[in-house]
């Protein structure tokens, strides 16, 4: 079975098969995550997605959906893009959050992915509630988990704030936090 870890550092540091990058619809980069990925693997993840956008994503990544790509100058094999849903109080987009890691993951099983690395998608600038996007995150992971593709599915939280809302899921599940 799966090892479910966290870890509060960079996601581009993370030497992995695969990182998830909590990207935008276009593919192009952007800020957050998506900014700092395309930034450390270097001009190679902007060539395969802007690959992907001409063949067959001409209008994007549509929310909930993942896509893969190389992984560029990232210690990484892959990079799996997935566009997280901006949070909203008055429509339950939960489905689309947790199709975010459902779908990263399938992916990184279909590349024969054994190390996954995750951020936690949404909870930047699209404003969704860490406690709440922990609690999904963490339940599709262990789905996944079950079936035992992976060696380690690691959350990768950029801050304290993260850490904790993760770890608060629950503790003895999660793993150890020394990734």
Aim: with cysteine; charged share 20%.
């Amino acid at each position: 079975m799966s090892v479910l870890t966290r870890v509060r550092g960079d996601i581009t540091a993370q030497r992995v098969d695969a990182v998830v990058n909590a990207a935008n619809s276009s593919l192009l980069g952007g800020g957050g995550v998506d900014g700092a990925i395309h930034r450390a693997g270097g001009p190679e993840i902007l060539a395969a997605c802007r690959d992907l956008r001409a063949a067959h994503l001409g209008g994007g990544l549509p929310t909930g959906e993942a896509v893969a790509t190389t992984a560029g100058r990232l210690p990484a094999r892959w990079v799996i893009h997935t566009v997280g849903p901006v949070h909203s109080a008055t429509q339950d987009r939960s489905a689309l959050l947790t199709s975010c890691y459902r779908a990263s993951l399938r992916i990184a099983e279909e590349l024969g992915a054994r190390t996954v690395a995750m951020p936690a998608v949404s909870t930047g600038v699209y404003g969704w509630p860490l406690e709440d996007a922990a609690r999904l995150a963490v339940a599709a992971a262990r789905e996944a988990a079950e079936g035992g593709a992976f060696d380690e599915l690691r959350f990768v939280l950029f801050d304290e704030r993260a850490y904790r809302a993760f770890d608060a899921v629950d503790a003895d599940d999660a793993g150890p936090s020394d990734a």
